[in-house]
């Protein structure tokens, strides 16, 4: 899909990182950020027992995605650029590939402290 990208045409849509039921209602939140703001301004409320981290979208049941992916009010969409295809078109060839020690070292190197952000 080169040319979607190019033209600026192919999103992802992002989902929540957390869930967190509060005054009996569901909370979503997109990130640590935002998380560590949500509990500072919520200081003296015990948290903890009522937040979810989802680790992927399989965590979610079909309303959650609903919620806070396909409707259009509520998601967050992030374009897809061809720096981004390219990055990914690496990480991919590095992972699938055939070569081990590569592969473990851009697992070991990139994992150190689970940091989101890949480096290549």
Do not use: C, W
């Amino acid at each position: 899909m080169p040319e979607l990208i190019k033209q600026e045409h192919v999103y992802a849509a992002i989902p929540p990182l957390y869930k967190i039921i509060y005054k009996n209602k569901n909370l979503y939140i997109k990130d640590d950020i935002e998380l560590q703001t949500f509990k500072k301004n919520h200081k003296g409320i015990n948290l903890e027992n009522n937040i979810q981290r989802f680790k992927g979208l399989g965590e979610m049941d079909y309303s959650q995605l609903r919620e806070t992916v396909l409707k259009p009010e509520n998601r967050t969409l992030e374009k897809i650029t061809i720096k981004d295809a390219e990055k990914a078109s690496k990480i991919f060839d590095i992972l699938m590939g055939k070569n081990v020690s590569i592969r473990r070292d851009f697992i070991e190197k990139n994992t150190s402290g689970m940091d989101i952000n890949i480096d290549i």
